[in-house]
Nanobody
Framework: QVQLVESGGGLVQSGGSLRLSCAAS????????MAWYRQAPGKQRGLVAR???????TLADSVKGRFTISRDNSENTAYLQMNSLKPEDTAVYYC??????????????WGQGTQVTVSP
């Protein structure tokens, strides 16, 4: 019943910026961490950034200084601000979150993904 929906992907030139959004909906009691992963064709899915409920966050070394993760708890939404984009950032970006829905236990959820393409 809980859904994560990503938006904001697209095509951008090297050095450009994009802002991704991840909106959670459903019978949500609480959201713990929210995270962004990415996966390029033929590559393993890897963690890009993670943010806890209190706003503390971690970033992959490859995106430090360029990406920022944030969240709006009142809207159950996480964001990924991506600046100084490089061709190697090209991938499908997935939202992930640990969510307690209704009276159920904590469960892990994935969004459908949004494509980010960075041209040389």
């Amino acid at each position: 019943q809980v859904q994560l929906v990503e938006s904001g992907g697209g095509l951008v030139q090297s050095g450009g910026s994009l802002r991704l959004s991840c909106a959670a909906s459903g019978r949500i009691t609480a959201i713990n961490d929210m995270a962004w992963y990415r996966q390029a064709p033929g590559k393993q899915r890897g963690l890009v950034a993670r943010i806890m409920h209190d706003g503390s966050s971690t970033l992959a070394d490859s995106v430090k200084g360029r990406f920022t993760i944030s969240r709006d708890n009142s809207e159950n939404t996480a964001y990924l601000q991506m600046n100084s984009l490089k061709p190697e950032d090209t991938a499908v970006y997935y939202c992930n979150a640990n969510i307690r829905e209704g009276l159920s236990a904590w469960e892990n959820h994935w969004g459908q993904g949004t494509q980010v393409t960075v041209s040389p």
